[in-house]
Antibody
Framework: EVQLVESGGGLVQPGGSLRLSCAASGFTFSSYWMSWVRQAPGKGLEWVANIKQDGSEKYYVDSVKGRFTISRDNAKNSLYLQMNSLRAEDTAVYYC?????????????WGQGTLVTVSS | EIVLTQSPGTLSLSPGERATLSCRASQSVSSSYLAWYQQKPGQAPRLLIYGASSRATGIPDRFSGSGSGTDFTLTISRLEPEDFAVYYCQQYGSSPPRWTFGQGTKVEIK
């Protein structure tokens, strides 16, 4: 059974940093692109970042470029999101998702999400 | 950047009725790269449809997707109580890899 479990969310002040983690199990983690998708309270879904199987390619939504860094450790079956210079508008539930890239482009498995609140 | 616009914003229907949700793209989208998700309160999104019309694993056949170009549709043939939720369409752009979601359609009990 595919499982994605996020952790690391919490309350942080504007300008602060936070590192999210996602522990994957039930599939060959190193074979898949992985992504972070967020959802602000009461709002829709927004793709944040994704990373290729071997970590050689990384892509970000414009609003987080230069502030967020996606990474992975295939030996630990883990995905990470380092978030720096956080802003109030980064407040959201952050989901880890397995991405299917190639003939199609979609997210077939999602974690339960971790809440990040940026507030003073 | 492709913008996806979903309509209506809210759909009020009764169990057993047919639901038709629309997703319109600001420019042509490959059908291969159009997906639909369902999200219930407090839960993560769940993949329903990929490639515009292929059902994901375990999705009941009352859910169907169709469309091409700029106009796509998710149809729920007969609403079950568990189908009342928010539905999102999503498109994928391959160069560079990036995803865009519509703003969502809420299907509520009338």
């Amino acid at each position: 059974e595919v499982q994605l479990v996020e952790s690391g969310g919490g309350l942080v002040q504007p300008g602060g940093s936070l590192r999210l983690s996602c522990a994957a199990s039930g599939f060959t983690f190193s074979s898949y692109w992985m992504s972070w998708v967020r959802q602000a309270p009461g709002k829709g879904l927004e793709w944040v970042a994704n990373i290729k199987q071997d970590g050689s390619e990384k892509y970000y939504v414009d609003s987080v470029k230069g502030r967020f860094t996606i990474s992975r450790d295939n030996a630990k079956n883990s995905l990470y999101l380092q978030m720096n210079s956080l802003r109030a508008e980064d407040t959201a539930v952050y989901y880890c998702a397995r991405a299917r890239v190639g003939a199609h482009g979609y997210f077939d498995y999602w974690g339960q999400g971790t809440l990040v609140t940026v507030s003073s | 950047e492709i913008v996806l616009t979903q309509s209506p914003g809210t759909l009020s229907l009764s169990p057993g009725e047919r639901a038709t949700l629309s997703c319109r793209a600001s420019q042509s989208v490959s059908s291969s790269y159009l997906a639909w998700y369902q999200q219930k309160p407090g839960q993560a999104p769940r993949l329903l449809i990929y490639g515009a019309s292929s059902r994901a694993t375990g999705i009941p056949d009352r859910f169907s997707g169709s469309g091409s170009g700029t106009d796509f549709t998710l149809t729920i043939s007969r609403l079950e109580p568990e189908d009342f939720a928010v539905y999102y369409c999503q498109q994928y752009g391959s160069s560079p890899p990036r995803w865009t979601f519509g703003q969502g359609t809420k299907v509520e009990i009338k």
